[in-house]
């Protein structure tokens, strides 16, 4: 069983209660792993991609557009611009000559055609090598078109996504300071790392309203140009999704003095515990928020338990293993199963941090394998040692699930059901409850053949 | 020649070269299709074929960093593949360039020779290698440059002469493989379907998880390919200079019959000749039965779909064969539409339409679906035919689309949609007279029960 382990891996794995916690991670993904990692771009383009009244133009050869069409189930109240796939497609001859002139032509060809509140283009791989001067193009359309025209230094090979992240915020960043603030409430924020798929953003929103906080910028989720062009007015950062956007935090408050907090809506005491944290944030300038805050969770929770109770008496004792892209996401993960009786086994990431391991490895229970930049062999290793029931990953962890006779959960950025709030966990209860309990596990020959062990075993006794 | 007016690209309708390279690979038994790049490559096209087979899709990866991209990625090329050896305990590796690892120079082959002289004392797998730099061609490039690779490097002697057909089937559908293998079978000889994804694209619930998926064409069956009686190639469009069956034709003497994706009579009564005449056997009376079934529901069928007006885009090869199809059951392809290039793709159309349309479709090569909306509007088709990626104009039309090919996104069961033959052909025509009689029904508001 071991050798599904690579030899140069064994240090980015760590069963917890096995000696001191320590963990390698942030490293270059293996030649030949078959990592779950994508790349620099993927990490740009995920983050930018809900802003719908922007143009999103990939400049490079046809796949990195492609593969990123409508990639996500971010919704948009309006425009839909980011839902199409724009890509300058270089051909050889661009690459022998430089792209330069075909990027300036297809952005004044597209900004005429959609008129764009503002143009993102991406820089690939390829961009980087032939060295065409993105940044210089851009300046060069912005002058011309009279909007602005940012380039995403994107470039797959320069890390992960995580680089592809902060090349993300600073794109942002050059927006925010632009827009008139005259309006904006005191008691306001922008609501970072949250991307509306399947209209989660509104949810949140929502709560927010009725504690009485104004959102001022999406960031990104139903984002629009110009509210990120007011972000830097909002009294609060909210940050969730730490990976993606707390860079663009940490520049806001640098810059405009905008302090953050982080957030996560995902599960029952994280979604609470950040209303209650902006309530705390705005309690001296508004004493009634925190009342209205309860409120809020009051009438969430009187509508959720009951109905969650319901999958728990399916659920409690099933075993689970967590594996996403940031670990942030990880750590509610782990408490909302809490609430479902349901026990983590395995839990990793594709580009978690030190500091994201070791709160993970805090909250986990003894024995729980934490995995970094993992790959298919050793995820269906564990998932069979471990004897896990349900998988929560994304579409390149399922068929590792399925194939072993496992449930699974799609909570990656492909997902067309809303899983954050209070109505989202009873949606997350209701999403692993009709996997982990379908009758047509029974007939995956893997389930089928542990069955009949059980019962010679009980014959036995 | 692109025939779109437009610099940019919106919506392409085309996919990138290396993951052609990367399905064909996924084709050969024991074989791991093996990226040298940058990491997102290969995840971006594993969740693509993930989300269309539902089938697990394991694409190495060497990795390139910055370092690399810099001082050349030979020592990453060298290490994943000892990697994979290890881990996956690959037999044969299909090594696709990306265009990073193109345009920074790397020489793949000579990598691979100073590889092999380091690592000589191992037990080394095969390793074939193709370029598939993404900024020239398509994915069926990529596909079909991967074939003729499996072909010229791992076919290297005359094998013995036997009563054995090669069959290059192009990108079809793991149901289709399985009928095309059951309609040589029941020739009555053996063959070499390279590649075939039929298995190992979708496999059944099994014990265990496999580090590689089993099926795909053996080793020793490629090698038999030099004694074959010969080889049937599917695919009208050009794609490569040399394809597997011509390499083959030059190399060893087996003569090699190029003929279309077999979709439709005609197209099909074309695939069976060549069996006949390579096998100098007749047409197993079952597939006559199929044929003459086929014809009666031409019958049956043909006033519902009579004078329809489709619009059929995607992949040159089905295209082509689709707009076969179309054309002989009397509904009328107003606009034939790929993201390719390909200097023979109007002159196909016309011929697999002669006789059949007053005069050849209209074809457009190297459009996205920007361009075919545009002429939409003048068009007014009544259905769309192609892969999902064209629901968002379908919807926006108020048109039905016929989902056919790669990729099926938004519906179940794209690796089990038989195109291919009479029988994969009866099923397509099954399929296009509900989407008529559907929309019909739909859009009554007598709710007839009987159309």
């Known amino acids: 069983m071991e050798q599904a382990i690579f030899e140069e891996r064994r240090d980015q794995i760590h069963r917890t209660g096995e000696g001191p916690f320590e963990l390698a991670c942030n490293r270059d993904s293996l030649a030949g792993a078959v990592s779950q990692r994508a790349c620099v771009f993927c990490g740009s383009r995920v983050v930018l991609y809900p802003i719908a009244d922007a143009l999103h133009l990939v400049h490079g050869p046809i796949g990195c557009a492609v593969y990123t069409w409508d990639i996500r189930g971010a919704l948009s109240s309006g425009p839909e611009l980011h839902r199409l796939s724009f890509s300058t497609d270089l051909q050889e001859k661009d690459v022998i000559f430089g792209g330069e002139k075909k990027l300036k032509a297809a952005l004044l060809e597209l900004i005429e055609r959609h008129k764009p509140k503002a143009a993102f283009v991406y820089a690939t791989c390829i961009v980087g090598i032939i060295g065409d001067d993105v940044a210089a193009v851009c300046r060069d359309v912005a002058e011309k078109t009279g909007i602005p025209v940012i380039p995403v230094q994107s470039e797959g090979f320069k890390g992960n996504k995580r680089e592809g992240y902060t090349a993300a915020c600073k794109a942002m960043f050059t927006l925010t300071g632009t827009g008139d603030i005259s309006d904006i409430s005191p008691i306001s924020i922008n609501i970072l790392g949250d991307f509306n798929l399947a209209g989660e953003i509104w949810i949140i929103r929502d709560y927010f309203k009725r504690m009485g906080v104004e959102t001022v910028a999406n960031i990104t989720g139903d984002g629009r140009v110009d509210d990120i062009r007011r972000a830097h007015g909002a009294a609060l950062n909210v940050v969730q999704c730490s990976g993606a956007t707390m860079e663009l935090a940490k520049m806001m408050q640098e810059k405009y003095g905008i302090p953050f907090i982080r957030a996560s809506y995902l599960g029952i005491e994280d979604m609470a515990d950040s209303l209650y944290a902006v309530a705390e944030h705005f309690k001296d300038r508004d004493p009634g928020i925190m009342e209205r805050a309860q409120q809020v969770v009051r009438e969430e929770l009187s509508v959720l338990l009951p109905q969650l109770g319901q999958y728990r008496k399916d659920l409690e004792g099933k075993k689970v293993a967590i594996y996403v892209g940031g670990a942030f996401k990880a750590f509610s993960l782990i408490k909302a199963f809490r609430h479902l009786g349901m026990k983590v086994v395995l839990v990793g990431s594709q580009t978690g941090t030190k500091e994201d391991y070791e709160e993970l490895a805090a909250i986990c229970d003894p024995g729980t394998v934490i995995v970094d930049d993992s790959n298919p062999l050793e995820l269906s290793k564990f998932v069979k040692e471990l004897d896990v029931d349900l998988f929560v990953g994304g579409v390149k962890e399922r068929p590792i699930a399925h194939k072993l006779g496992v449930g699974f959960c799609d909570h990656n950025h492909e997902r067309k059901e809303a899983l954050e709030g209070f109505v989202g966990m009873l949606n997350f209860a209701r999403e692993v409850h009709a996997s982990a309990t379908s009758p047509i596990w029974r007939f995956v020959p893997r389930r089928e053949a542990m069955a009949k062990a059980e019962a010679a075993k009980k014959e036995a006794i | ?451």
Not at chain 2, 204 to 214: C, Q
Not at chain 2, 370 to 384: F, M, N, R, S, T
């Open chain 2, 1 to 451: 020649m692109s025939d779109s007016p437009y610099v940019s690209t919106t919506n392409a309708c085309k996919l990138c070269t290396p993951l052609g390279a990367a399905l064909a690979f996924r084709g050969v038994e024991g074989a791991i299709p093996f990226l040298h790049g940058s990491q997102g490559c290969a995840t971006y096209m594993r969740r693509y074929i993930i989300s269309h087979f539902r089938e697990p899709m394991d694409i190495a990866s060497s990795a390139l960093g910055e370092k690399q991209a810099v001082f050349g990625g030979g020592p990453n090329l060298k290490k994943g593949i000892l990697n994979v050896m290890s881990k996956y305990g690959a037999s044969v590796v299909g090594v696709a360039t990306t265009c990073l690892t193109e345009t920074i120079g790397d020489d793949v082959p000579r990598l691979l020779a100073e590889f092999r002289k380091e690592f000589g004392d191992l037990p080394l797998p095969e390793i074939v290698h193709v370029s598939t730099p993404s900024y020239s061609g398509t994915h069926m490039e990529g596909w079909h440059a991967a074939v003729a690779a499996l072909a010229s490097q791992l076919v290297q002697d005359k094998a013995e002469p036997q009563r054995r057909v090669n069959l290059m089937p192009g990108l079809v559908s793991p149901a289709d493989l399985r009928h095309l293998k059951d309609i040589l079978a029941d020739f009555g000889v053996d063959a070499t379907i390279l590649p075939d994804i039929s298995d190992s694209m979708d496999r059944p619930a099994l014990l265990d998880y496999e580090k590689l998926p089993a099926g795909g064409t053996t080793l020793a069956d490629i090698r038999a390919m030099s004694g074959s009686l010969g080889s049937i190639e599917c695919g009208r469009a050009d794609h490569v200079a040399e394809s597997a069956g011509a390499n083959l034709e030059r190399r060893f003497g087996v003569k090699n019959l190029r003929i279309g994706i077999p979709v439709g009579i005609r197209e099909s009564d074309a695939f069976f000749a060549a069996l006949e005449e390579l096998t100098g056997l007749p047409t197993p009376k079952k597939y006559q039965d199929e044929r003459g079934r086929l014809v009666d529901a031409y019958v049956d069928g043909h006033k519902y779909v009579a004078g329809k007006r489709a619009i059929v885009y995607g992949e040159e090869d089905l295209v082509i064969a689709m707009t076969a199809f179309l054309a002989e059951i009397g509904v009328k392809p107003i606009l034939c539409a790929t993201g390719a290039t390909c200097k023979n793709f109007k002159a196909q159309l016309a011929a697999v339409t002669e006789g059949l349309l007053p005069e050849p479709p209209e074809a457009r090569e190297g459009v996205d679906f920007h361009d075919i909306a545009e002429q939409a509007a003048d068009l007014a088709p009544d259905l769309l035919v192609g892969h999902s990626k064209g629901y968002t104009y379908a919807k926006a039309w108020n048109v039905p689309l016929m989902r056919v090919g790669f990729p099926i996104h938004d519906r179940f069961g794209g690796q089990r949609m038989r195109h291919v033959a009479y029988g994969g052909t009866q099923e397509l025509f099954d399929r296009l007279v509900n989407v008529v009689l559907e929309r019909k029904q739909e859009d009554s508001a007598v709710g007839y029960g009987y159309l």
